[in-house]
C-alpha cells in the first residue's frame, strides 16, 4: 500500500539554526499540507500547498516558514530560524483532489534545545 | 475559520462496553467529516470517515452519525478491545480551497479488559 514518507524521524537543532523537513507524498496526489502536533495536543494546519503554490496557510506559518516543492516528488518546510516553541511533531499529508482521505506520513519529530 | 469541539477528552470503558465520542463544528460549509486514531508516538489512521450527504456509516464495529442541522457527528465504538485503546480525533473540512482539515483536541480511549 502506498504510503507518505518523512526524513528524518527524529530532528534536534539548536535554537536559532535552519532546519528542512523532508515528505515523500504519495506519487498521485494532488494536495500536500504540513500540519504539527505539539506533545499532547491536537493536530494543526500549518500550510496547504496544491497546484505548486501555496494554497492556504495558518497563522502559525510566518515569515520563518517556507515550502517548496523541488523536483515533483519531495515536499518540503525549512524552518529558518527555530525558536523553543518550534518543538513538537511535524506531520506531512497528501490527498487526491477532492473530500478524501488525508494520508498521514509517520512525522518529524523536532526538538529545539 | 472553522472550529471544532470534542467531548469527551478521555473515555475509560471496560472490554466488551460501548464507547461514543462526540463533535461539534461551527462551519455549515464543512461536508467532509473524517475520525482519525492515533497510538502513542505514530501517525493518525483514518478509521472512518462521513460525507454531508450521508447520515450515518458503518464499518463492523465503527460508526458514524452526522446531523448536519445540530452540527454534530458522533463516533460509536461496539464492543470495544484493549487494542482500541488510543487517542481519537475528529475533524472537518469543507471542498473549496485548501480542504484543510481541522482538528477536535482529540479524545483518550481506554479500554480496560
Known amino acids: 500500500e502506498p504510503e507518505v514518507t518523512q526524513t528524518p524521524s527524529h530532528q534536534v537543532t539548536q535554537m536559532g539554526q535552519e532546519v528542512i523537513l523532508r515528505c515523500v507524498p504519495i506519487s498521485n496526489h494532488l494536495y500536500f499540507y504540513w500540519y504539527r502536533q505539539i506533545l499532547g495536543q491536537k493536530v494543526e494546519f500549518l500550510v496547504s500547498?496544491?497546484?505548486?503554490?501555496?494554497?492556504?496557510k495558518s497563522e502559525i506559518f510566518d515569515d520563518q516558514f517556507s515550502v517548496e516543492r523541488p523536483d515533483g516528488s519531495n515536499f518540503t518546510l525549512k524552518i529558518r530560524s527555530t525558536k523553543l516553541e518550534d518543538s513538537a511533531m511535524y506531520f506531512c499529508a497528501s490527498r487526491t483532489q477532492g473530500l478524501t482521505e488525508a494520508f498521514f506520513g509517520q512525522g518529524t519529530r523536532l526538538t529545539v534545545v | 475559520g472553522e472550529n471544532v469541539e470534542q467531548h469527551p477528552s478521555t473515555l475509560s470503558v471496560q472490554e466488551g462496553d460501548s464507547a461514543v465520542i462526540k463533535c461539534t463544528y461551527s462551519d455549515s460549509a464543512s461536508n467532509y467529516f473524517p475520525w482519525y486514531k492515533q497510538e502513542l508516538g505514530k501517525r493518525p489512521q483514518l478509521i472512518i470517515d462521513?460525507?454531508?450527504?450521508?447520515g450515518e456509516k458503518k464499518d463492523q464495529r465503527i460508526a458514524v452519525t452526522l446531523n448536519k442541522t445540530a452540527k454534530h457527528f458522533s463516533l460509536h465504538i461496539t464492543e470495544t478491545q484493549p487494542e482500541d485503546s488510543a487517542v481519537y480525533f475528529c475533524?472537518?473540512?469543507?471542498?473549496?480551497?485548501?480542504?484543510?482539515?481541522?482538528f477536535g483536541k482529540g479524545t483518550k480511549l481506554t479500554v480496560n479488559p
Open positions: 500547498f496544491y497546484n505548486n503554490e501555496i494554497s492556504e
Open positions: 462521513i460525507r454531508s450527504n450521508v
Open positions: 475533524a472537518a473540512s469543507s471542498k473549496g480551497g485548501s480542504e484543510k482539515l481541522v
